[in-house]
T-cell receptor, first 111, second 115 residues
């Protein structure tokens, strides 16, 4: 079945450092979504990318969709302690009926 | 706008017991999802409803799990009998419509511990 892998699994940074997580799919994706889950919380939608090579920014967060639409990345500039959590990418399955969530990247930010 | 409501928030049961979870989605959302999230993993879809019909239940262990959304609004997920490996957070989510291009809104989840 379809697999959505993320690397790294875990990253610990000092506040102010940059952070990037990468998402790779075994199949071409029509779109990709990103979610953030705070410790003890539930996933919260961040953004959706649809076009090949698309880049979207939300303040310090930059999201990119690969040219081949099989990978995506999330980059956080100058991390803050509020960025702590697990970041998931999610892409559609072959039939486009449901989302398949990635393995997640857990970010820890030390002050 | 009220979010997705779930209850209970926590549940501890012994193996072989039964348990039920309840979810009330955002008003007007046609699609409702139940996910299982094991510690350290991403959410895994158990079942997806479009109104009161099942769209996908391919990963639902049907010998012990059941779910219903009788009036196309709120939903219940039941486990009977529970196994140790069912210990997880059960998340309910809803979206305006089905398909993978719609943003999903998640509830706070129910943390189940099976001892």
């Amino acid at each position: 079945g379809q697999q959505v892998m993320q690397i790294p699994q875990y990253q610990h940074v000092q506040e102010g450092e940059d952070f990037t997580t990468y998402c790779n799919s075994s199949t071409t994706l029509s779109n990709i979504q990103w979610y953030k889950q705070r410790p003890g919380g539930h996933p919260v939608f961040l953004i959706q990318l649809v076009k090949s090579g698309e880049v979207k920014k939300q303040k310090r967060l930059t999201f990119q969709f690969g040219e081949a639409k099989k990978n995506s990345s999330l980059h956080i500039t100058a991390t803050q302690t509020t960025d702590v959590g697990t970041y998931f990418c999610a892409g559609p399955n072959t039939g486009f009926q449901k989302l398949v969530f990635g393995t997640g990247t857990r970010l820890l930010v030390s002050p | 706008e009220a979010g997705v409501a779930q209850s209970p928030r926590y549940k501890i049961i012994e193996k072989r017991q039964s348990v039920a979870f309840w979810c009330n989605p955002i008003s007007g959302h046609a699609t409702l999802y139940w996910y299982q999230q094991i510690l350290g993993q991403g959410p895994k879809l158990l079942i997806q409803f479009q109104n009161n019909g099942v769209v996908d239940d391919s990963q639902l262990p049907k010998d012990r799990f059941s779910a219903e959304r009788l009036k196309g609004v709120d939903s219940t997920l039941k486990i009977q009998p529970a196994k140790l490996e069912d210990s997880a957070v059960y998340l309910c989510a809803s979206s305006l419509m089905g398909g993978s291009s719609y943003e999903q809104y998640f509830g706070p989840g129910t943390r189940l511990t099976v001892t």
